[in-house]
């Protein structure tokens, strides 16, 4: 019995070499047939002897050996007979939600003069194997591309070695398993759901189980998520057999959402054939598969749908999933002035704010489409941002009502910074959103170059395993397909709250744009494309085989889908302007009403409010939390300035923030170490100097109803986190969004996020945004990259003309600064910057500050303020008058 033993252990460590060979192996290898060198292995000559030492050991006495081997021996209970079980795992590794197995009896299993030979333990992990090979790389070789050979999408149970003839496979041959043994009934692991309410299958039911499951138009990549829950649940949504189908109602509901979504573009280009609209031929799917996500997550709670998305497809999703009125999208196509001051902008970048009843659950959810620049994955941090906010309105604690969706090219998924910095922000405690589900339009080109030049990565998906996100990998002209990935999408972000990913591999009908010519670089594959069906087309043929759907249906059905856009396109030619608010993504119900642009409110405070929230933010933490000896210093210092009613650059702030929290206003400060301050000069948050992550944060028990502060130490990154602080701050106009860079130099790694978004999101889109920009300069020897926030560029971007002036010289200080981009200042006392922090919620507009503050000045002597300049009747306008008389 002890050979035995000993010999299920060694087979044991040889799966498992076996395993971590195969994980090493690179996935351009070819399916199942090369082997990887396992250097690395820790199966050696001594371990059998090694192995019968320890367990001899355990005989006589448990505790003589190690816990982990006092454990192990116990739980493979070698008092009985060993059989082919799979190993038993502990419980708190063991998955919640496991199948019924048959658990064999002592009846069942092998005698001990008839144990399980070596042979036979081995091909049962053979088995194993296979199974796991299948799971960790049966995406590699899935029918994900449409412009290769597929299989009949009517036909639900072909297998890949069926459809094109492999057997037996060479995933067998390569765990070197007899074509014999093919028959043979093998006992499956807990580690698969192939078996549906079986235990044990033959093993060519078994390989061709899989085959269905994880080689056919779905690839999908989990195995490297470290939860046994969450990759038993995908198993059980993936390998049941026949849980990738949809009924009757569901295929009919998805030729009607396809056909809306194949004949738009088909309209547009018999209308506008040259005009660039960036359409989304050969990838139409993905608006019945953006419906799905929808309808899913409405039945999930969902309520709000925010959406990110590039210029491709974007007028199709403002047609079908926005529900745009047509003749506005036509409107754009005529070249016609717009009603709004400021630029504009195209018609592929426009955004939108809609509230529609979903059909499918009944309920009322609001869509937004966040508008984008021409920077293809710029809009999506802001967008994050969005969804943060929206849930904090919300008190979404869970996260369930308000759901991201974005939509990426798979050249600038995996080519553009940006994607890596939002995507790092979905676990971040005061970043995540509760998961996103990504969308890739895998047109395989990215403008004209190759993926094989664009990338250095199998997937443009790769990105997304570091945060364990699955990926679904799917042919776009599998519509059935599609759409069940869809829905999976959306109930894994609802139950797991993180994120997702759905890769439809697709093509590109036209060049870049409708007016380019891509037979110059990709001759070969354009001239593959250009015989393709449309996937409606195709699905049309399909359904009628399946007695889904009728000609005489579909012909009426499109017939009437043109007389709509026709009637449409006539209400269009009528109009003779455009007005961008119309296409306004986040407007703010009452904020401009009753308002007088001229006139500011004070931004002054009673002396009460300020003593009180002085006299706070300058006492220790409560109780007996101990912090460190320096700060009981500082704390002495600050009361003593509270004592003499002065002020430094530290309480000042402290005393903006504190005052508008009072006032009920959200106040929300982020950035590289915010916390403490780049200059140890703020200090928010405490930390327990001998209980490890027990903190205190200031400001947050000023009042019992007063509003939420947020402060936050972002990750290293300036365009991301920027860019979500900008989404944030377009929410609600009664909130202080506060962005801060640890110098203000290194703000350049967002320049792209200040020119197309902050600074001129109001003239090409007109929507203010009020957030704050804290900047520290100062030339004090810390080298080039530490001194100057370069505020010569952010005055150039303050104006279109600066020499233009108000006609009208009446309250011309407001009149500019409703003008301008956005307030670019520089303060050098406390009362100021407390005066100028307070005017942004105070002014009836909105505009973003782009403040410089200091770096010396935070503790000089003479960069002090009293009381007195912070109370009723000063404000940020007349404060320079009353201390210096001009």
């Known amino acids: 019995m002890l050979k035995i033993a000993v010999a299920n252990i060694i087979q044991i460590i040889k799966a498992l070499n076996t395993y971590l060979a195969q994980r090493r192996l690179s996935k351009s290898e070819k399916f199942g047939t090369s082997a990887a060198s396992n250097k690395e292995s820790f199966l050696n000559g001594d371990s059998k002897e090694y192995i019968e030492d320890m367990y001899k050991a355990w005989l006589r006495d448990p505790s003589s050996v190690h816990a982990s081997w006092d454990a192990y021996f116990r739980e493979r209970d070698y008092q009985r007979p060993p059989t082919l079980e799979p190993v038993l795992v502990k419980k708190q590794l063991a998955p919640t939600n496991t199948p019924k197995t048959t658990v064999r009896t002592a009846a069942t299993a092998p005698s001990v003069s008839n144990p399980a030979s070596p042979k036979e333990i081995d091909e049962h992990l053979n088995v194993q194997a296979i199974i796991r090979s299948y799971q960790v790389r049966g995406h590699l070789v899935a029918r994900t591309n449409p412009l290769y050979e597929m299989f009949d999408i009517n036909d639900k149970t072909t297998s890949l070695s069926e459809k094109f003839g492999k057997s037996p496979p060479e995933v067998i041959r390569y765990h070197k398993i007899e074509s014999s043994m093919m028959n043979t009934p093998f ?438 939390f101990l912090i460190h000896k320096n700060l009981q210093r500082i704390l002495r210092l600050r009361m003593d300035m509270v004592k003499n009613e002065t002020i430094d650059w530290a309480l000042g702030e402290a005393l903006t923030f504190g005052s508008l929290l009072k006032e009920g206003v959200h106040v929300r400060l982020s950035g590289e170490d915010v916390e403490r301050g780049t200059f140890s000069h703020r200090h928010h948050v405490l930390h327990h100097q001998t209980k490890d992550k027990t903190r205190y944060t200031y400001l947050r028990d000023l009042y019992p109803d007063q509003a939420s502060y947020t402060v936050s130490n972002s990750p290293i990154s300036e365009y991301g986190v920027l860019g979500f602080e900008h989404g944030y701050s377009m929410v609600n106009p009664h909130s202080l969004i506060i962005w801060e860079a640890q110098f203000g130099d290194f703000a350049n790694n967002g320049q792209t996020m200040f020119d197309t978004m902050i600074c001129s999101g109001q003239s090409k889109w007109i929507r203010q945004c009020g957030m704050v920009c804290l900047l520290p300069h100062g030339l004090e020897g810390q080298g080039p990259e530490h001194s100057s926030a370069r505020v010569e560029r952010y005055l150039e971007l303050c104006a279109d003309d600066p020499d233009y002036l108000p006609p009208d010289f009446t309250n011309l200080a407001m009149k500019q600064l409703f003008d301008i981009n956005w307030i670019v200042a520089n303060c050098t006392t406390p009362a100021n910057y407390f005066h100028l922090l307070r005017r942004q919620i105070k002014l009836p507009f909105r505009k973003p500050l782009m403040l410089m503050t200091p770096k010396s000045l935070l503790r000089h002597p003479e960069a002090r303020s009293n009381f007195s300049e912070m109370k009723e009747g000063w404000g940020c306008f007349d404060s320079c008058e009353k201390l210096f008389g001009h």
């Not at 849980?243 to 004949?263: D, F, G, I, P, Y």
């Not at 396109?569 to 009403?593: L, M, N, Q, Y």
């Open 187 to 624: 006992l499956l692991p807990e580690s698969t759901r192939i078996g549906g309410s079986e235990t044990s299958l033959p093993l060519k039911e078994i390989v061709k189980r899989l085959e269905l499951a994880y080689c056919r138009h779905i690839g999908i990549e989990y195995m490297y998520i470290n939860d046994v829950e969450r990759c038993n649940w995908l198993r059980e949504h993936f390998e049941v057999p026949g849980v990738v189908s949809l009924n009757k109602a569901e295929k009919r509901l998805l030729l009607t959402r396809l056909a809306r979504a194949v004949l738009f573009e088909k309209f547009l280009q018999r209308k506008w054939p040259s005009e660039k609209r960036f359409g989304i031929e050969g990838c139409e799917i993905m608006i019945p598969c953006i419906k799905t996500i929808i309808d899913t997550c409405s039945q999930l709670d969902g309520e709000m749908i925010i959406l990110g998305m590039a210029h491709r497809g974007r007028l199709n999703v403002l047609a079908n999933i926005c529900r745009k009125p047509l003749k506005k999208i036509f409107a754009q196509f005529h070249g016609l002035e717009p009603e709004d001051e400021g630029s504009g902008d195209v018609k592929y970048h426009l955004g939108v704010y809609a509230e529609r009843k979903n059909n499918v659950t009944n309920k009322m959810v609001k869509i937004v489409l966040v508008a984008n620049p021409s920077h293809l994955e710029e809009g999506h941090s802001v967008c994050q941002g969005r969804v943060r906010a929206e849930q904090f309105y919300l008190n979404d604690d869970e996260q369930k009502k308000v759901i991201p969706i974005l939509m990426h090219g798979d050249a600038a998924f995996c080519g553009e910074g940006i994607c890596y910095e939002t995507i790092n922000l979905s676990n971040l405690t005061n970043y995540k959103t509760g998961g996103t589900i990504h969308i890739v339009v895998n047109n395989q080109i990215g403008f004209t170059t190759d993926p094989r030049f664009s990338r250095s990565a199998p997937y443009c998906t790769d990105i997304a395993k570091v945060v364990n996100a699955p990926v679904f990998h799917v042919n776009s002209d599998d519509p059935e397909s599609a759409i069940y990935v869809s829905k999976i999408a959306a109930m894994w972000r609802q139950k797991f709250k993180t994120d997702v990913v759905i890769d439809i591999v697709c093509y590109r009908k036209h060049g870049h744009n409708e007016a380019d010519e891509p037979m110059f670089t990709q001759p070969v594959l354009y001239t593959k494309i250009k015989g393709m069906k449309n996937v409606w087309e195709k699905y049309c043929e399909a359904a009628k085989q399946q007695g889904i759907v009728t000609d005489a249906e579909i012909n009426a059905y499109r017939d009437t889908y043109d007389k709509i856009c026709e009637l449409e396109f006539a209400k269009a030619a009528k109009e003779t302007t455009v007005r961008f608010g119309d296409w306004i993504d986040s407007p703010w119900k009452h904020f401009f009403k009753n308002k007088d642009m001229t006139k500011c409110e004070p931004t002054g405070v009673s002396l009460d409010v300020i003593k009180h929230i002085a006299t706070k933010f300058s006492t220790p933490p409560p109780g007996d």
